[in-house]
């Protein structure tokens, strides 16, 4: 039979897997959702506006776009993919008024996700955020952190404790 200790560290690694699992995902639950959108949907800003900032929690292995003005005139803009992340640039933005960005991206599981988006450029509001050095931060390294953070938790409970004789709970020495 197995002591109260090993099925505390037994449960514990149980729970430790199922977080990891229920955290990262499975290839079923790959589908290409949005984590990030600078500009944000639905949001009035100034500056220099010259890209589409849309990051993914997960990877995007194709994708399209085509960013068009409120008159539905096509802006000539480039599209490119680094993992979980797209930039769409085109020229800086000089008139006033709204814009939509219409995407579809395919995933790495084969699904394909078609949406569109609308924001509007004003001279006078504020600039979009974008983060320093270009395109913003992946959802890969809070997951990998995470994990991580789950092991080592893992681990402590899972060694073997030592007595004051220098004797594990197991009868090993140490």
């Given at each position: 039979?197995?002591?109260?200790?090993?099925?505390?560290?037994?449960?514990?690694l149980?729970?430790?897997?199922?977080?990891?699992?229920?955290?990262?995902?499975?290839?079923?639950?790959?589908?290409?959702?949005?984590?990030?959108?600078?500009?944000?949907?639905?949001?009035?800003?100034?500056?220099?506006?010259?890209?589409?900032?849309?990051?993914?929690?997960?990877?995007?292995?194709?994708?399209?776009?085509?960013?068009?003005?409120?008159?539905?005139?096509?802006?000539?803009?480039?599209?490119?993919?680094?993992?979980?992340?797209?930039?769409v640039?085109?020229?800086?933005?000089?008139?006033?008024?709204?814009?939509?960005?219409?995407?579809?991206?395919?995933?790495?599981?084969?699904?394909?996700?078609?949406?569109?988006?609308?924001?509007?450029?004003?001279?006078?509001?504020?600039?979009?955020?974008?983060?320093?050095?270009?395109g913003?931060?992946?959802?890969?390294?809070?997951?990998?952190?995470?994990?991580?953070?789950?092991?080592?938790?893992?681990?402590?409970?899972?060694?073997?404790?030592?007595?004051?004789d220098?004797?594990?709970?197991?009868?090993?020495?140490?």
């Open positions: 039979m197995f002591s109260k200790q090993r099925i505390r560290q037994l449960l514990a149980g729970l430790a897997g199922l977080l990891m699992v229920c955290l990262t995902g499975t290839p079923s639950g790959a589908h290409v959702e949005t984590a990030e959108i600078l500009p944000a949907p639905g949001s009035r800003v100034g500056g220099n506006v010259d890209q589409v900032i849309i990051v993914f929690f997960g990877d995007v292995v194709e994708a399209e776009a085509q960013l068009t003005t409120a008159a539905n005139e096509p802006i000539e803009s480039t599209v490119s993919i680094d993992g979980p992340e797209m930039v640039t085109f020229e800086p933005l000089v008139d006033p008024g709204g814009y939509r960005l219409d995407y579809d991206v395919l995933s790495v599981d084969g699904d394909r996700n078609p949406s569109a988006f609308v924001f509007t450029f004003d001279p006078g509001a504020e600039p979009v955020p974008y983060p320093d050095g270009g913003g931060g992946s959802p890969v390294l809070l997951l990998v952190g995470l994990v991580v953070v789950v092991g080592v938790v893992a681990l402590i409970m899972v060694r073997p404790r030592s007595g004051a220098g004797v594990a709970g197991d009868g090993a020495v140490i």
